[in-house]
């Protein structure tokens, strides 16, 4: 049996895996088979994480966090959770391929998912004009006009990152005012190809094959209109994704995991949670990172104080 | 970086539509981290399959006429040409098991 496995592999779970591996843990690090490295796989520059005055590309931390970890003996497989019982002392995670993992001690770092619109024809369109990665799909769009949905930072990273290859790039916001940060939000309004159409929320998504424009509503006027575009990228926030813990770990009103105070602990004894799964309001890479190393040393001192007092842990089995 | 071998706007006429067997193609480019993360996936089911199916790898950069042509708008995306027509659309990175059940026709 494993002392610790951790789930996910974004700056939370890596940081997780450092410090573990650090005590040495020797932990299991399940990093996803498709989206491992967490969201920053699909950024380009970022700036605000500490040590890297030029910036540093997001793959790029991501592979040094993972190195990082791998340096001090943390193990990584690329594949998915298909289903946990985290109950009892022995905590048991099944892999997509079918195998079964033992552990001790889990922490959970699955991080968030892209929020969709909830509109007729987003399905139907994805990856046809209506996608949620403008670093993945944007060359897709030179010369082209294109709209980013939402207000945040990521909203404004998108945005400025299109025009590099399309003509016009509109961002849509339900309000008037961006919940973006100063910089990006100076960025974006500075730039002659973007034009910001706020108080307005997307209703229809039109095109047949692809994606030819939207229908808007003004959420004052409640006047209808319609823009052309051939690509709509939606940056509307995420959602934790909690699906696999679902029924055992309790969640708070938004739908975080819900930890004990400023600690990592989860209702269940031996699962920690760590990053955006439990952070609703600030979700950076650096505060993932911070609630990571939280997670690692909240799940050492518990196996220490199982090994030094075996039978008070047991009877909850 | 990937076994699968390299089709380009040049060779796909004799590489994919005139291809006798199955054959799936993985749009991709250097710059898209979801392709580099599906790339070993593609493998793996072309090897476990390689009766079966065929899959080949055209670099959308490199090879823009084609990737228009089919209407490729996000990648990695993987088309399925069977007699040089599509039979199948795959948009998005996704796990083994998802993508062997979304192929499932093609790998039995």
Redesign the interface.
């Known amino acids: 049996m494993r002392e610790l496995v951790i789930i996910g592999s974004g700056p939370a779970g890596y940081t997780a895996a450092i410090y573990a591996a650090r005590a040495n843990l020797h932990p299991l690090v399940i990093a ?6 967490g969201d920053l ?2 950024t380009t520059d970022v700036d605000n994480f500490p040590g890297f005055p030029e910036g540093i590309m997001g ?1 790029e931390l991501m592979t040094h966090m993972q190195k990082q970890a791998e340096r001090f003996g943390a193990e990584v497989v ?3 959770v298909a289903s946990v019982e985290l109950e009892g002392p022995t905590k048991r995670l099944t892999l ?2 079918g195998e079964v993992v033992e552990a001790k001690t889990v922490i959970v770092a699955s991080g968030s998912a892209y929020r969709k619109l909830g509109i007729p024809d987003e399905d139907r369109l ?4 209506v ?1 949620w ?1 403008a ?3 944007g ?3 030179r010369q082209k006009t294109v709209a980013v949905v939402g207000g945040g930072d990521s909203a404004m990273e998108e945005a400025t990152f299109l025009t590099r290859f399309a003509d016009k790039v509109y961002v849509i916001h339900r309000s008037d005012k961006l919940r973006a940060s100063a910089a990006m939000q100076d960025r974006a309004e500075n730039d002659p190809k973007i034009e910001f159409v706020f108080n307005a929320t997307v209703e229809h998504i039109y095109g047949d ?2 994606v030819q424009g939207v229908g808007l509503v003004d959420t004052v006027t409640k006047e209808e209109k319609t823009l052309d575009v051939s ?1 709509l990228f939606i940056a509307i926030g995420s959602d934790p994704r909690t699906h696999v813990i679902h029924g055992q770990l309790t969640l708070t009103d938004q739908g975080t995991i819900e930890v004990r105070g400023r600690t990592s602990h989860t209702n269940l004894e031996g699962v920690f949670a760590a990053g955006d799964v439990i952070d609703p309001s600030y979700r950076q890479a650096v505060t993932a990172a911070g609630s990571g190393c939280v997670a690692a040393l909240d799940a050492q001192h518990y196996l220490e104080a199982v090994a030094a007092t075996p039978e008070l842990h047991t009877q909850t089995a | 970086m990937s076994a699968a071998r390299d089709v380009t706007d040049a060779s796909f006429a004799t590489d994919v539509l005139a291809s006798e067997k199955t054959i799936m193609v993985d749009f991709w ?1 250097e ?5 580099r ?2 790339s ?2 593609l493998d793996q089911i072309a090897t476990e399959h390689a009766d079966k199916l065929d899959v080949v790898k055209l670099n ?2 490199d090879n823009p006429e084609t ?1 228009m042509k089919y ?5 990695p ?1 993987m088309k399925v040409f069977r007699g040089g027509e599509v039979v199948k ?1 795959v ?7 998802a993508l062997e059940s979304e192929l499932a026709e093609f790998l039995a």
């Open positions: 996803s088979s498709v989206e491992f490295g796989m699909n793959p690329y594949d998915d997509g391929n994805s990856g046809y004009g996608s990665c670093t993945c799909d060359a897709f769009y094959d692809l690509g | 480019a710059w898209c981290g979801p392709c993360a599906v070993p996936i959308v950069d990737a209407q490729v708008t996000s990648i995306t659309t948009i998005g990175a996704k796990p083994k098991p």
